[in-house]
């Protein structure tokens, strides 16, 4: 197949997940209100208790809000697999299978149409941390877009994988909140990961979300366990992991 | 001598016990309106879904285009164009977005998109709503934009999945005139599945009754009526394509043509034999 049919042909599915965003406010309103929401809500509250326990010398709100930069992501990337089943319910899933467009094409437009979504989002909610007084600075900036740049290829695709693989929106919605909350809590967002219990602090090591957040935590407040270039080899391990998995199940998926 | 479109041997589709499609031999010329006409449940979409590459035949092969649709599923979709029986477009999409990114996936060159989904959505009278979100169209707008949609690459083979169903009859003429239109102006080949028997006269040059899977009968239309002429049972009045369908099935294709909760219910076994 000619390059420049598959550059259009990533570039079609790629032009159509973004119109759609851009035309559903509700998703952009609740993407951006549920992490504030948290961080008000949550941060104040839990931080009320733990700030003097669990992080010393940090500021609690400031601690979580690498997680849900994360968390934006993560959702998001759910929501983008759930468009797959969506697609193939209401059949607009047959007018892209029927298009002379490789399987694998087709895979690579929806990840980055998904990355844009997610990446588009937790960009405003960054933008919103600056304003509330998170410390960041251009350079910290720069490399958080980076760090939620690979992490989103890799969720976007676990989304994917699911949508490919789940036949109903009833089922889709069972198995991604399986996979949402682990993701999340494991992913040590709201507790510094060195006071769990032994057996849970041998699933976080399975979980991207623990990386990115590390990652992220790294380059915003400088305090982190890993070194930030081992966190990006790893989170970018999983990309390869899950973009090889997620070709395999658009190629294998059925109508 | 004119090539052949579609040539399928011995296609067969079966999920289980059914048999969808029985055994198919059929060999469709370049350039002709070719019927298959049939109840629901005959094998029509099946078939038409095998043809088109989405459906793997359980025996047996085709070729469109000259490409088998097993081996080289790819060639023949760079050859088809194809409007589903259901819609399948975006509706958060205005009619102009859909055909944009049918453009692309097609790899139609790119300073030529705008210019033919002028053209196509004005054949079908909708260029004054082409930037309206498609779930504003009405269901005939919506069929006549994903018809335009499929001639936008202009393919040599052109699918039509009951191209007038749910139309009204004005509107649906309307819609006969211009498939024959386009039929001799891009001498295309079009297959259309049908169970309205006027489609059938009207439109094809050749037609193939289906029922349960198998071709009841394939000859033109004329052919067809006048193949009955000295049947007694059908001299009371001038002979039509309903009589026809009656002679070689033993039954009226009414009989399985129920409401539109029976098509609901046949359309749901379907999908679910498809889930397994």
Known sequence: MKLRRIFKGIYAIWYREVKVFLREKSRLVSAIFMPLFWYFIFGAGIGSIASQTAVPGENYQHFIFPGFLAMVIIFNAMFNGAYVVWDRKVDFLKEVLVAPLSRTTIFMGKVLGGMTDALAQALILLFIGIVLGVPFTFFSVILSIFTLFIFAIGLVSLGLIIGAFMESPEGFGLVSSFAVYPLFLLAGAFYPLSNLPGWMQVMTHFDPATYAVDALRNVILGASSLPYLTNVAIILGFDVVLVIIGTWAFNRMKL | MSMSAIVTTNLTKRYGDLVAVDNLNISIESGEIFGILGPNGAGKTTTIMMLCTLLKPTSGTATVNGFDVVKHPSRVRESIGIVFQDPSSDDTLTGYENLKLHALMYDVPMKEIDARIDRVMTLVDLKDRMHDIVKKYSGGMRRRMEIARGLLHEPK??????????????????????????????????????????????????????DHGKIAVLDTPANLIASIGGDISVKTHSIDMNDVFFHYTGRAIREEEGDDMGRLRAYTNVRQSNNK
């Not at chain 2, 006969?176 to 309205?196: Q, V």
């Open chain 2, 157 to 210: 083979i052109l699918f039509l999945d009951e191209p007038t169903i749910g139309l009204d009859p004005q509107t649906r003429e309307h819609m006969w005139k211009y498939i024959e239109s386009l039929a001799k102006r891009l001498n295309m080949t079009i297959i259309l599945t049908t169970h309205y028997m006027e489609e059938a006269e009207n439109l094809c040059r050749r037609v193939a009754i289906v």
